[in-house]
């Protein structure tokens, strides 16, 4: 059975760290009553009723509702959706948490009980102090490394078009406010990135403490010297705020930051991450004020090792993505499987690996199927203290640092177009620039490294119902153009029946192809007999033969395994017969 601690932060200099020590004597257990069994049934069981199971040996007993439970903290939920979670904590007995686990789960009384996942964000940033120039934004952390990976795609190797679309939409201040929870620890007070709201709902012992609490509305934990500031870097990574002089630059401005603490010093529990989901879900937490912002996006910056996502944080996920939330999280820095980590395992979640400033893998970084995305993971500056003096900034490595990066892009899109979740999703996975990332072996990156400006461009089209379109080949030509093609080509070309095919904004991601299909024009894809135009490795290009009197169009995206059911609509408003290039008119 592989050890349950993680650490998640890499350093650029190779340091020993080691796990804390973790109890022997106790197991601690996630027990989530809805259970759907392997038939599909739902049942419920409440783990207030109680019982016993007896150890295999048969020596001593394992109770749930009892005193010897005593230490369980209940997490009562009231929203239609919810399920009451509760944690407990057990005498082990001499069994691994997952054997215990495994056995009150296999009763049948009590729900799905699973081991909980231990998670860390363990390690310091390393500490930069070097001359700054002058330059814009005028933030001083800006010009050692931000413009590596916040800079123009087309200039820098792991720069994802962040200062272009700043200068195009001031900075992102002109668009909608966007909520952003950041899950971490470590969460101190700085001026250059202020929080909105924030609550603890950490149940396990910190550095100071030794001793299990509950939920509390506070998010600020033990203070510098004793932890190292990771939330607040991560935190500082979206939204520190941008050309004033001090710190480092964050991605947006226009954000509404929210801290949910859910480690202790980088370190604790997976469940108490599910914990603050169901909060975000509208789920009562005793001890904590309700959530007060909107739907928007969540950082997970940690990660733990479990090889398939446990149930009780799959249940967390599915209720905020069905509420329309964008979670985004950390794939791990320990060079292994990514699909043997969660959150970042669990459907729904973006999984963010890491990349140089070079664009090459990361050394550390975790990589595999599961793998969404990519960004830079070394030297990146965001804050660590309650400083806010000229070069008091660090510089971070991780995936840690990659996932924030990732966020803050979510956040920036949706400030700028509206568009929701599912949007962004596939409007980041589609335009991300994928074949640039050395290193990596075919499909462990994800897509690659995330572009923004060509993000925005997709999601604004999607919208608008102009991501996929077919219009007349000369119809972007002025009249004397027209004629000249007409003139030198119609004689081997039909120029004037000739017509321009755009898949998805002219992006195809790599290892997929499109189907061109259609279906008579009196009947839907969902009735009708769809009949394939033709498969295309491109995403743009000229056909003849379109029918769109007669005809609807549509497309499928394919890879290897074949084609997504869902089909898309073609927008043939640029190929009606009033949009006939004139120059085949005369």
Known sequence: ???????????????????????????????????????????????????????PRGTADWCIGSSNSSNSIRVQATSVSGAEKSIVNLESHGYSAEEVAKLLSDDGRFGTVEADVRVSTAGSPQVKSQSLADGAPNDPGFEIYQEDYLGARDKYSAGMNVVPEWKTHNGFRDGETVDVVVMDSSFFINDDVPYYSGASFVTTG????????????????????????????????????TDNGIGSAGIIDNARIHVARVMNCGDGYLSDTARAMDWLAGDEIEGVTPYQ????????????????????????????????????????????????????????????????????????????TSIDLMAAGVNIAAACSASTESNSECYWDGTSFSSPLVAGL???????????????????????????????????????????????????????????????????????????????????????????????????????????????????????????????????????????????????????????????????????????????KE
């Open 1 to 55: 059975m592989k050890n349950t601690f993680i650490t998640t932060v890499a350093l650029s200099a190779l340091a020993a760290i080691s796990s804390p020590a973790l109890a022997t004597d106790t197991v601690r257990l996630v027990v989530t009553p809805k259970h759907t069994s392997a038939k599909g049934f739902v049942s419920q069981a409440s783990v207030s009723q109680g019982g016993c199971v007896s150890t």
């Open 206 to 241: 910190d550095e100071v403490s030794k001793d299990d609490f509950a939920p509390a509305q506070s998010a600020l934990d033990a203070g510098e010297g004793v932890c190292n500031g990771h939330g607040l870097g991560v935190a500082s990574t979206i939204s520190a705020l």
């Open 293 to 368: 912002g909107g739907v928007g996006v969540v950082n997970m910056s940690l990660a733990g090792e479990s090889e398939t996502c446990p149930f009780y944080m799959q249940e967390s996920i599915d209720k905020l993505k069905a509420l329309g939330w964008t979670l985004v999280a950390a794939a791990g820095n320990v060079t292994d499987d990514s699909n043997n980590y969660a959150p970042g395992n669990c459907e729904g979640v973006i999984n963010v690996g890491s990349v140089d400033l070079d664009g090459t893998l990361t050394y550390f970084s975790n990589t595999g």
């Open 410 to 584: 979510f956040a920036a899109a949706k400030s700028v177009t509206g568009a929701d979740s599912e949007i962004l999703e596939t409007a980041f996975k589609t335009t991300a620039y994928g074949n640039t990332v050395t290193g990596c072996v075919d499909g462990h990156c994800g897509s690659g490294i995330p572009d923004l400006t060509a993000a925005i461009s997709f999601a604004q089209k999607s919208m608008s119902g102009e991501l996929n379109t077919i219009s007349f080949a000369l119809g972007e030509n002025d009249n004397c153009e027209q004629s000249w093609f007409i003139d030198n080509f119609g004689g081997s070309i039909p120029m004037c029946s000739l017509y321009k095919v755009t898949f998805f904004s002219g992006n195809i991601s790599e290892g997929t192809h499109y189907e061109l299909v259609s279906v008579d024009a009196s009947q839907t894809f969902e009735t009708g007999s769809i009949d394939v135009q033709g498969v295309f490795t491109k995403a743009e290009m000229y056909l003849p033969a379109i029918d769109v009197v007669n005809n609807k169009y549509g497309v499928r995206v394919c890879d290897a395994s074949g084609c997504d059911d869902e089909i898309f609509d073609m927008n043939v408003s640029g190929a009606q017969e009033e949009d006939r290039p004139a120059a085949c």
